[in-house]
C-alpha cells in the first residue's frame, strides 16, 4: 500500500469512529436539553410567569455565546474547548483557571442531572420517591453506568448521546405543541410571585435558566474526535442553541400555563405533573420515562467532557499527568473515574436538602463555575488576535469586539444573578485550584532539571 493509500484508510477509519455533525449536534442539544427543562419549571415557579422573561434573555445570550465558540472553534482546533482558547488567549495560568473552573462545572453538573433523574424514576417507583437512600442509589448508579461507557470509547457514547436526544425530543415537541390547547390563562397573574422587583425576578431566574444552556459549548470539546472540526463544531453549537432554545420556551409556557405555580414549586417531576393533568396518568407516566431518557442522555454527554477536559489539559502539562493517560480503549479513563467520584461524592452531600433542595443548590454551583470561562472565552479571539498579530482590519475587528463584548456582559449579569452565596463559594472553589497549579509547575520543572 502506498503513503497515500495508507492516509486515505487512515482518514476513513477516523471518520467511522469519530463524531460527525448529527453526533456533535447531538452532543450540544443533548447536553443542553436535559435535566434544565424536565425540573426547571419546579425551581422557577417561585418568580411566576416572569420566569419566562429569564428564558428569552438568556436564549439570546446564548446564542452569542454559541456564536463565540464556533468562531474560536476555527481558530484553535486542539481538544479542551473553552481551556484551549483561554490558554491560547491569555496565557498557560489563565487557561489552567479556566479548565479547572469548567471541570468543576463539569462535574458538579453530573451530579445536577443525576439527582433530576432520581427524580423522575421516583415518578414511576413511588418507593424510590419516598426513600432518599432509595434516590440517591438510583442517581450514584446512573453516574458509573455511563462512566463506563464512556471508559469504552467516545464512538459508543456518540451513538448513546445521538439516541437519547431523538427520544427526549419526542415527549418535549407534544407538550411544547399541543399543551397550548390545555394552558389556562389565569394562570400568567399575578406576572411576578417572588416578591422581588421585576428585574431581579428576571435575573434571578436567568441565572436558573442558564444552567439549562450550560453544554452548549460541548462540540468543542472534544475537537480532536471531531470529523472536520473547522465545518462541523460551529454548524452543532448554533443549530443545537437553536432547538434548545424553541423547545424551553415553549414547554416552560405550557407549563405555567397548565399548573399553578404554588403546586408546580412543590413538584419533583413537573413535566410528568403537566401532562397527567393533560392526558392523565398514561401521559404522566410516558413524559416521566422521556425525562429518564433525556436525563440519561444529558448524564452521557457531560460524562464524556468530564474525560475530555482535564485530558487536554493534562496534555499540556497544566493538570496533573495521570489525568492524561489513555486506557486500552483510547479513552482517559483515569480522568472519567476521578471526575464522577467527585461527582458521586457532591450528591451524596447534598441528598440531606431533599430532592429539588439539592438539584437547585447543584446547578446554581455548576452555573458558577461555568461563567468564569463564559467571560474569558467571550473575549478570548480578540486576546488571541492581539498576541498574535493577525487582527483583522476594518469591519471585522468591530464585530469580533461587540460579539465578545455583548457574551462578557451577559456573563457578569449571570452571575450577578447567581446570588452572593454562590458566587462566595465558586470563587473559593477557583482559588482552591491555585496551589495544584504550583504544585503541578513544580514537579515538572523539578522533573526537567533532574
Known amino acids: 500500500m502506498s503513503r497515500q493509500d495508507n492516509a486515505t484508510s487512515i482518514t476513513a477509519q477516523d471518520k467511522s469512529s469519530g463524531l460527525g455533525l448529527a453526533a456533535c449536534t447531538a452532543l450540544v442539544v443533548g447536553n443542553m436539553i436535559g435535566s434544565g427543562i424536565f425540573l426547571l419549571p419546579a425551581s422557577l415557579a417561585a418568580f411566576g410567569p416572569i420566569s419566562l422573561a429569564g428564558w428569552v434573555v438568556t436564549s439570546f445570550g446564548a446564542l452569542v455565546l454559541a456564536i463565540i465558540f464556533g468562531r474560536l ?17 491569555y496565557g498557560e495560568f489563565a487557561g489552567f483557571i479556566i479548565a479547572w473552573g469548567y471541570w468543576i462545572a463539569l462535574w458538579t453538573g453530573n451530579a445536577a442531572v443525576a439527582v433530576a433523574l432520581a427524580g423522575y424514576v421516583g415518578y414511576l417507583f413511588p418507593s424510590i420517591r419516598d426513600s432518599n437512600t432509595y434516590s440517591l442509589l438510583v442517581a450514584l448508579a446512573a453516574i458509573w453506568t455511563l462512566t463506563l461507557v464512556n471508559v469504552r470509547g467516545v464512538a459508543g457514547a456518540g451513538l ?24 389556562e390563562p389565569a394562570n400568567f397573574s399575578p406576572l411576578n410571585t417572588s416578591g422581588q422587583s421585576n428585574l431581579a425576578a428576571i435575573s ?11 453544554g452548549l459549548e460541548s462540540a468543542t470539546v472534544p475537537s480532536g474526535s471531531v470529523v472536520d472540526p473547522e465545518k462541523t463544531i460551529p454548524r452543532a453549537t448554533i443549530v443545537g442553541v437553536l432547538i434548545a432554545a424553541a423547545v424551553y420556551i415553549a414547554v416552560t409556557t405550557v407549563a405555567i400555563g397548565v399548573v399553578p405555580s404554588a403546586t408546580l414549586a412543590t413538584s419533583s417531576a413537573p413535566l410528568a405533573e403537566v401532562s397527567r393533568r393533560m392526558w392523565g396518568e398514561v401521559g404522566g407516566v410516558l413524559v416521566a420515562i422521556g425525562a429518564i431518557i433525556s436525563t440519561f442522555g444529558t448524564l452521557n454527554g457531560f460524562t464524556l467532557l468530564t474525560g475530555q477536559v482535564p485530558y487536554g489539559a493534562a496534555l499540556d502539562r497544566v493538570f496533573p499527568e495521570r489525568m492524561g493517560h489513555l486506557c486500552r480503549y483510547g479513552t482517559p479513563a483515569n480522568a472519567l473515574i476521578f471526575s464522577n467520584a467527585l461527582a458521586s461524592l457532591l450528591v451524596i452531600m447534598n441528598f440531606a436538602h431533599g430532592l429539588v433542595g439539592a438539584f437547585n443548590k447543584i446547578i446554581l454551583l455548576a ?17 488571541i488576535a492581539l498576541r498574535t498579530g493577525r487582527f483583522t482590519p476594518g469591519p ?38 491555585v496551589p495544584i497549579h504550583v504544585a503541578i509547575k513544580w514537579r515538572y520543572s523539578r522533573f526537567q532539571s533532574g
Open 73 to 89: 472553534s476555527r481558530i484553535v482546533t486542539k481538544t479542551g474547548g473553552p481551556y484551549a482558547y483561554t490558554e491560547a488567549g
Open 160 to 183: 448513546v448521546q445521538i439516541a437519547t436526544t431523538i427520544l427526549k425530543l419526542v415527549p418535549l415537541g407534544l407538550i411544547g405543541t399541543v399543551g397550548f390547547f390545555w394552558v
Open 204 to 214: 434571578a431566574a436567568a441565572a436558573l435558566t442558564l444552567w439549562a444552556y450550560l
Open 367 to 383: 452555573v458558577m463555575s461555568s461563567l468564569l470561562p463564559y467571560a474569558l472565552c467571550s473575549l478570548a479571539e480578540m486576546m
Open 396 to 433: 471585522g475587528k468591530l464585530k469580533i469586539a461587540l460579539l465578545g463584548l455583548v457574551g462578557f456582559v451577559y456573563a457578569v449579569w449571570a452571575v450577578y444573578g447567581a446570588g452572593a452565596e454562590t458566587v462566595f463559594l465558586g470563587f473559593l472553589l477557583i482559588l482552591a485550584g
